[in-house]
């Protein structure tokens, strides 16, 4: 279903992926620096939350400014809070690369207000870009240190930007439950040599909705 979220003098460009029955809780996805909602990582997961009893909503912000992404990210949740088509008692943010760090951002800013209320059950990171590649000494963990709901992250055990042993460290100081599922040998587009990209996608779609389950 595709609607048109109104978001300052324009609109956002969102997909609504729904599944038969109807669904208690929900996923906002919203892709990476390029690309938008219909880039194919995107487009795999919300189908198989979709087919797996889960509502996704995927949404097109191409601002290249975390706190322009983050602003529409809450405009979206709004959105989707009230919603009289889907009556949701929570939702789970996601995002693949800068995506995920708009949705962590967002995340901060609203346990840090007084609307601080349980519509946000969690956060999901596909490909956490916890540095540029080869700048490790500055690292971007500074809305996840804050965070108190769980997160998952998925990233590539060879993702030139998050290092392995630094997203373990910074995982290791966040309070909130959290966990990390490492890709084997995936760059940071989850690209595996010798792999297909179904194949990834449907390693990748397993292990959310497995983390969307517990």
């Known amino acids: 279903v595709k609607v048109k979220i109104p978001f300052g003098n324009k609109y956002l460009d969102a997909i609504f992926s729904v599944p038969e029955k109807k669904s208690a809780y929900g996923v906002i996805l919203t892709h990476g620096a390029g690309g938008d909602?219909?880039?194919?990582?995107?487009l795999s997961l919300a189908?198989?939350?979709?087919?797996?009893?889960?509502?996704?909503?995927?949404?097109?912000?191409?601002?290249?400014?975390?706190?322009?992404?983050?602003?529409?990210?809450?405009t979206v949740v709004e959105y989707l809070k009230l919603s009289d088509d889907y009556k949701l008692s929570g939702v789970f943010l996601a995002g693949r690369s800068m995506g995920s760090r708009a949705a962590a951002s967002l995340i901060r800013q609203l346990s840090q207000g007084?609307?601080?209320?349980?519509?946000?059950?969690?956060?999901?990171?596909?490909?956490?870009?916890?540095?540029?590649?080869?700048?490790?000494?500055?690292?971007?963990d500074e809305d996840l240190l804050f965070i108190r709901c769980p997160v998952?992250?998925?990233?590539?055990?060879?993702?030139?930007?998050?290092?392995?042993q630094l997203l373990e460290g910074v995982a290791s100081k966040m309070k909130a439950p959290k966990k990390i599922?490492?890709?084997?040998?995936?760059?940071?587009?989850?690209?595996?040599?010798?792999?297909?990209?179904?194949?990834?996608?449907?390693?990748?779609n397993a292990e959310v909705f497995s983390w969307l389950r517990e």
């Open 37 to 42: 909602m219909n880039f194919p990582h995107l």
């Open 114 to 140: 007084d609307d601080d209320d349980d519509f946000i059950q969690g956060l999901i990171c596909l490909s956490y870009p916890l540095h540029r590649p080869k700048l490790q000494s500055k690292l971007r």
């Open 47 to 74: 189908d198989y939350l979709a087919a797996h009893g889960v509502l996704c909503l995927r949404f097109t912000c191409k601002g290249l400014n975390v706190a322009y992404r983050t602003k529409a990210f809450k």
């Open 152 to 164: 998952l992250f998925v990233s590539g055990s060879a993702d030139e930007m998050c290092e392995k």
């Open 181 to 204: 599922h490492w890709i084997d040998k995936a760059n940071h587009g989850m690209a595996v040599k010798g792999r297909t990209t179904d194949d990834v996608m449907e390693e990748i």
